[in-house]
């Protein structure tokens, strides 16, 4: 057996490697689900009033609405009081005045994920918001930031220190109760990042959040807002891990993105979950994401790149409100499900004003016994002149016993309007494998380059690390599903 | 009496007496079943997923008469020119009259004198219904009034095209029809169905809701026409097709629509034997507040079967379409070959168009593809035309009609051809403005 092989057979067994679970002294947790729950967060978080009549007013609705069940995906009901809305481990409850107050083992943890927040090992150049559970630990470069004028911080602060923006924006994009998982993180989130980009700003480094869920039975229900101002640019990236454990957790973000004239947002996530027992399909994360921006001012733009490799069930559709003219839409997703995961993932693309522009790109690949479904939306309302969309959906299926399915929803009002929509359905052929392999190249070697051949077009949209790391993770995701 | 209040009344009266009258002991427990499956599902609405975009709503408000023997054609209408072999509906009700003679070589017959005939067709009525989940494909099987029979046994061709017409009259008010096609064609037989649904001439909102079910068995070919042309914008007309096909069977089903205030096409497809092959498609040319809603899902269950389904709608005015069609190849069904295509032309701001190609893959080495286009004529190609001379009009004319007639040229029969393009002809017309 050569070198080769004994590697990649390592790799094979390899477990989640970001399975572990830190040992923290457990601070404050609030399990079950009322309005007594609610107004816990709200006092616990001293937040203004209009938070709290925000949340209740949500959570009411909420109890009159039902779990959505259309989506192509199996999972046994998920049990609301069971899951704990509030963890706060001890060491993160007190106001830190500097990174050098942070509990070590709190920076050990995201050092050992690859998130250095201490200042001498910061990334270069992006600014990390660190989110444990359900608080916020770290913000970088948060100084760097306000000089250019742009506000990186976490949610909780921005409600207390610009609540006037908070106020203004929240819920504009994705109102409260506009579906049942969105209702349910309006009434109970606890953090999450928020961005400010003022007019005329390009923000001088790519923000990023990363998320962890370390406490189990927790849910993680974390809200993001970015507002940019007219004239401005700012990219954002996203990325997020969770410890092993046998039962499910749910994960139940809000984001809600506006841009203004002429303003861009790129927004990048590689979302990395714990995908659950890939032979008994036990544990895992439940991901059920709302996810969607507001091109509000003309010839503004809004990027949506995602890789999505973990989750047990991911129901995530990051969507774009085109509503002023000349605005531009993208959605560039490479769905990866092995073992026994489910995706439901798309994009809704709603063109509303003039010459407004949408293209939307999605690679699914399934192998094992997994089931990885694209959902899309095109609507083109009756103003809407010029409106341009072009969608590719491509599956790749590696192996027997996986799914692969196509959901397109295409509504046109609009004569003047061009959509086209294009899918395909393959799988990783015998004839290709033979073409790499009497040239010399390993099976495997081959195999890794037609999957990076098939997701180029999404990965090439990643800024630069995440685009190495986004093709790290499909490899190693991917061993030992090929024959 | 409106349909929903009709729903367990309906088959108290009249209409299981037909199944007693000619004592089919089958057909009566078949009827019951689908009159439970029916009370346990229900009308649809919005949360059905395929039947998001239209409810029947109006439909099921409406007031109906009971269908009487109406004669208003003679034998020798022009109607009936170049259709030899027929049978004839009036408002869902057979018309022995209007019908021809069978030819000899095929069982070409109304229904219940084949059911009562051919006892081993109990395999074969409704053989899904547990399975069945389109409520008004239930309605047909507990309350069909009349229907035909058409079977041909191995290796037999029928030696011409058979015609069914079927014509609502509400003369005496609108009236709803529920009429019912078998068609069996055993092992390597082949035959040519022309399928006419006129509609009521007098602006009377009627319903049809009409089941045909297919079964090709090993080797069988099956060509058919559904023609669904009404000049006005009234009545209702479901049509619910359920086929099957055994090893290497064939299948090709053309179906034009035009006219009518709401057509729901609605097919289902299983390919069950290895190397099956089905090719369905349609064209839509609608104006005023016209609707045509297709479902369209085709089941590969089978190793190597081949689907196509292409699918053009033309549309005008506030009309609106819907192509919402699904290709499932099932665990094991490698080697399927699966496409799906769905072109729309709209000329005006206020039509709309649903387009929904689904595709669910268990299988991995299948080739399927499917693709969607909607937009206006291209000012390319207009320009084009015009430098040739061609009016404004005229160059319209051209490339809606050319956008119509890909589908046009997919009907087999020459004469049937001639005559539909001629309609479309004068429907894209009246429509392409100068």
């Known amino acids: 057996m050569t070198d080769k092989n004994i590697r990649i057979e390592d790799l094979v067994n390899r477990d989640y490697q970001y399975g572990f679970k830190t040992e923290l002294e457990p601070g404050t947790t609030v399990q079950g689900l009322s309005e007594d729950t609610i107004r816990f967060i709200s006092a616990h978080k001293k937040e203004p009033k209009f938070m709290l009549d925000f949340r209740l007013k949500a959570y009411r609705q909420w109890l009159k609405m039902k779990e959505p069940r259309w989506a192509h995906l199996q999972y046994a009901p998920i049990d609301y009081q069971n899951i704990i809305y509030y963890a706060e481990p001890k060491a993160a409850a007190k106001k830190l005045k500097s990174l050098d107050e942070v509990d070590p083992e709190l920076l050990r943890t995201f050092e050992k994920l690859g998130i250095p927040l201490t200042e001498q090992k910061k990334l270069a150049g992006v600014a990390v918001d660190a989110i444990f559970d359900s608080v916020s630990v770290a913000t970088t470069f948060k100084e760097k930031l306000r000089e250019a004028g742009v506000i990186f911080c976490s949610f909780s602060e921005a409600v207390q220190e610009h609540p006037e923006i908070v106020e203004k924006y929240l819920s504009s994009v994705v109102p409260a109760t506009d579906n049942f998982f969105a209702a349910l993180n309006s009434a109970v989130f606890t953090d999450g990042s928020f961005v400010y980009v003022p007019r005329d700003t390009r923000c001088p480094m790519e923000l990023s959040s990363y998320f962890r869920i370390n406490t189990e039975n927790s849910g993680q229900f974390e809200r993001t807002l970015i507002v940019v101002e007219e004239n401005s640019h700012v990219s954002y990236l996203e990325g997020c891990t969770a410890p092993k454990f046998d039962t499910h957790q749910l994960h139940a973000a809000v984001v809600e993105l506006v841009a203004l004239d002429h303003a861009e947002i790129k927004y990048s996530t590689v979302q990395n979950w714990y995908a659950g027992d890939p032979a008994t399909g036990k544990g895992g994360i439940y991901n059920f994401v709302t996810k969607r921006g507001k091109c509000a001012g003309r010839r503004s733009k809004i990027s949506w790149t995602q890789v999505e490799t973990g989750s047990a069930i991911t129901w995530k559709y990051p969507s774009c409100i085109l509503s002023g003219d000349d605005s531009v839409g993208e959605f560039y997703s490479v769905a990866l499900t092995t073992g026994k995961q489910q995706a439901d993932t798309g994009t809704k693309m709603i063109h509303i004003g003039k010459n407004t522009r949408s293209t939307i790109v999605s690679k699914g690949i399934s192998a094992g016994q997994a089931s990885n479904n694209y959902r899309g939306l095109v609507q083109v309302s009756k103003g809407a002149e010029g409106a341009r969309n072009f969608t590719q959906c491509d599956s790749l299926l590696i192996g027997p016993n996986c799914g692969a399915h196509t959901f397109p929803y295409i509504d046109l009002q609009n004569a003047s309007s061009q959509v086209e929509h294009e899918a395909t359905t393959s799988r990783v052929s015998e004839d290709q494998l033979f073409y790499f392999q009497q040239r010399g190249i390993s099976k495997e070697d081959a195999m890794s380059s037609i999957i990076n051949g098939f997701c180029k077009q999404v990965f090439r949209e990643l800024p630069g690390e995440f685009a190495v790391e986004a093709t790290q993770l499909l490899g190693l995701k991917l061993e030992g599903t090929v024959g | ?434």
Not at chain 2, 276 to 303: F, K, M, N, T
Not at chain 2, 405 to 430: D, G, Q, W, Y
Request: proline fraction near 4%; glycine fraction near 8%.
């Open chain 2, 1 to 434: 009496m409106t349909v929903s209040e009709s729903k367990s009344s309906y088959a108290q009266q009249v209409r299981l007496s037909k199944a007693q009258e000619v004592r089919l002991g089958w057909v009566e427990a078949l009827r019951a079943r689908a009159l439970k499956a029916f009370d346990e599902k229900g009308f649809p609405d919005k949360s059905w997923e395929s039947w998001r975009y239209f409810t029947p709503s109006k439909l099921l408000s409406s007031a109906f008469e009971k269908p009487v023997p109406a004669e208003l054609l003679s034998k020798e209408d022009p109607i009936f020119a170049g259709a030899r072999c027929r049978i004839v509906f009036v408002d869902g009700l057979f018309s022995p009259k209007l019908s021809s003679q069978a030819p000899g070589n095929v069982d070409f017959s109304e229904l219940w004198s084949g059911l009562f005939n051919h006892p081993e067709l109990e395999t074969r009525l409704g053989r899904d219904l547990d399975k069945e989940d389109n409520p008004f494909s239930l309605i047909n099987t507990f309350a069909f009034e009349d229907g035909a029979l058409i079977m041909l046994p191995s290796g037999r061709q029928a030696l011409e095209p058979l015609h069914l017409f079927f014509f609502t009259t509400g003369t005496r008010g609108p009236v709803a029809s529920v009429p019912r096609i078998l068609l069996v064609a055993e092992e390597g037989a082949e035959v040519a169905v022309v399928a006419r649904f006129y509609g009521g001439n007098h602006g009377q909102n009627s319903f049809e809701n009409a089941v045909a079910e297919i079964y090709a068995d090993a080797g069988a070919r099956v060509r058919w026409t559904n023609l669904q042309i009404q000049e006005n914008e009234s009545g209702s007309l479901f049509l619910q097709t359920r086929a099957y096909l055994k090893e290497k069977a064939e299948l090709d089903m053309v179906t034009v629509t035009r006219g009518r205030e709401i057509t729901r096409n609605e097919i289902r497809a299983e390919l069950e034997g290895p190397g099956a092959q089905c090719r369905i498609s349609g064209l839509s040319v609608l104006s005023g507040r016209s609707q045509a809603h297709q479902a369209l899902s085709v089941l590969h269950r089978s190793p190597g079967a081949v689907s196509r389904q292409i699918y053009k709608n033309l549309l005008d005015g506030q009309s609106r379409a819907e192509f919402n069609s699904l290709a499932e190849v099932c665990p094991g069904a490698q080697k399927s070959d699966s496409h799906q295509l769905n072109k729309n032309l709209l000329l005006s701001d206020d039509a709309r168009v649903y387009s929904r190609p689904k595709l669910k893959i268990y299988a991995d080495d299948v080739q399927a593809a499917h693709g969607s286009a909607t937009g206006q004529a291209d000012p390319g190609e207009l320009f084009y035309l015009r430098s040739r001379g061609l009016d404004l009009r005229t160059a319209r004319f051209v490339l809606a009609y050319g956008f119509a007639e890909e589908i046009l040229s997919l009907i087999p029969e020459k004469e049937v051809r001639a005559e539909i393009e001629a309609s479309v002809k004068n429907a894209v017309h009246a429509m392409v403005r100068g």
